[in-house]
């Protein structure tokens, strides 16, 4: 526990004891032209009665749509979690455990991260998995960081339909870093294979590829993989909805480098921010530049099975110039829930998801867009997520929803000026034929409305 002084006279005794006469003598190394030289403006303190009632009445204002029917994707899925990965994750060993700095003592936490690691393998077909990241924004920003190496040089190439989250991240990073991203033109709601081709320059260190992409729609990842490696890029794979491969071709299959994703919806809850857990895998030619960690397998002197910490490539292990990140960290938990979510469901019940996610978004898509003025953005195929556009602005039309009881789609033209009132559904195997039915029957009766002002 740490001590805290609570007079006056204590404090006094404490600074003195430093050299120091007063708080301000403390903070010498920070800038004077930085330093905060007014008052915080606070309220009075609360007795916690007074801090309970006020909290009480700021959640009073929350709206609870726990009860509310989502059709809302965008990057986090609201998928059904069996109830034996709460269960599993929240045991006290797992639930508070971090990172296993003594790899040794912590055999059971290793054993989960290499089972971790082996199931990514499987679902994406490469050769190898590290123990995961934040996010997948940050194995974006990973995968870019490998390919320009690190002196920081070249340029990665990002296709528009890339989560914009995803884009916003990178760039980030590029900006202090010093590399360059530049963006690849869309055609139909994909990447535009000619654009593509006409970007590439003997500069370019990679390219990222999200598939399914941000509008749900699949990429020609084929001609793309052909075009990239003829240039002698990397092929980074970017993936936000992981349930995509039960149903659709591993990346390994088709010639990616560098798969790197979101795993919100292999077991952990939706949250308004998080939790979430970032996916990297990769051909085993970069397993010395992987960031994070890489759990191994082995055999002790008695015999026995153990399990190691294979690579460790952060600042806290190594040497701070020679780590390969500084920015992973050891999502365990999120990591453990995925893990258990995909032992749990085994190949066939995760195929199982995959196929009536598609199956239901594909009916809600042609019950949708039979409605008057509601028409598909795109022509090509999609997984559980399909853009509209809409007959009411977006806005309008998802706060409609809300009013009665459905989350509606993504607005587009938050990110995509020129897809103005289209909306991006999403479908996954939680929602019921009832409750497509009763999205579109709302749908009808709030352009009803519309139509008649």
């Known amino acids: 526990m740490t001590y805290v002084p609570n007079t006056a006279t204590e404090q006094h005794e404490m600074l003195r004891a430093v050299g120091a006469e007063k708080i301000e003598d403390l903070l010498t190394a920070i800038p004077e032209q930085i330093r905060l030289t007014k008052l915080l403006d606070l309220p009075p303190a609360l007795s916690e009665p007074e801090i309970r009632r006020l909290m009480t009445r700021l959640s009073e204002r929350n709206v609870d749509l726990s009860h509310a029917i989502s059709f809302l994707g965008a990057g986090s899925y609201d998928h059904y979690v069996p109830s034996v990965v709460p269960h599993l994750v929240k045991r006290s060993e797992f639930y508070t455990s971090y990172t296993p700095y003594q790899p040794e003592v912590s055999q059971g936490m290793l054993q989960a991260m290499y089972e971790y690691q082996t199931m990514i393998c499987q679902i994406t077909g490469m050769d190898v998995a590290n123990a995961s990241l934040y996010d997948g924004s940050t194995g974006v920003v990973e995968a870019a960081l490998l390919a320009v190496g690190p002196r920081d040089t070249g340029e990665v190439l990002v296709s528009r339909a890339l989560d914009p989250q995803y884009r916003a991240t990178l760039q980030t990073y590029a900006d202090v870093r010093g590399f360059t991203v530049r963006e690849i033109a869309l055609e139909d709601g994909a990447t535009s294979a000619s654009a593509l081709e006409a970007a590439l320059t003997p500069e ?250």
């Not at 992409?213 to 002698?232: A, C, K, M, P, Y």
């Not at 190949?347 to 867009?369: D, M, N, P, S």
């Open 204 to 453: 370019t260190r990679a390219v990222v590829i999200q598939h399914p992409n941000f509008f749900g729609t699949l990429e020609d990842v084929h001609t793309l993989e052909q075009i990239i490696h003829r240039s002698g890029a990397i092929f980074v794979l970017a993936f936000s909805e992981p349930v995509s491969l039960a149903v659709l071709a591993p990346p390994g299959d088709y010639g990616a480098d560098i798969v790197v994703g979101e795993g919100q919806t292999l077991g952990s809850p939706l949250g308004y921010g998080g939790p979430a857990l970032g996916i990297f895998a990769s051909r085993s030619q970069y397993l010395r530049q992987l960031p994070g960690r890489l759990v191994g397998k082995t055999v002790d002197n008695r015999g026995q099975t153990g399990y190691v910490l294979t690579l460790q490539t952060r600042e806290q292990h190594i040497r701070r110039e020679r780590a390969t990140s500084n920015i992973c960290t050891n999502q365990a938990l999120l990591a453990l829930a995925a893990t258990v979510y995909l032992a749990t469901m085994g190949k066939e019940g995760f195929r199982q998801v995959g196929e009536q996610c598609l199956q239901k978004a594909h009916y809600a898509q042609e019950r949708i867009t039979a409605l008057p003025g509601f028409a598909p953005l795109f022509s090509r195929p999609f997984f559980d997520e399909f853009a509209v556009t809409t007959p009411v602005p977006a806005a309008a039309l998802n706060a409609a929803l809300r009013q009665r009881g459905i989350i509606g789609g993504y607005d587009l033209g938050l990110d995509y000026p020129e897809y103005d009132n289209a909306v991006l559904f999403c479908v996954t195997e939680s929602r019921t034929r009832a409750d497509i039915d009763e999205l579109v029957a709302a749908l009808e009766e709030i352009a009803g409305e519309t139509h008649e002002h």
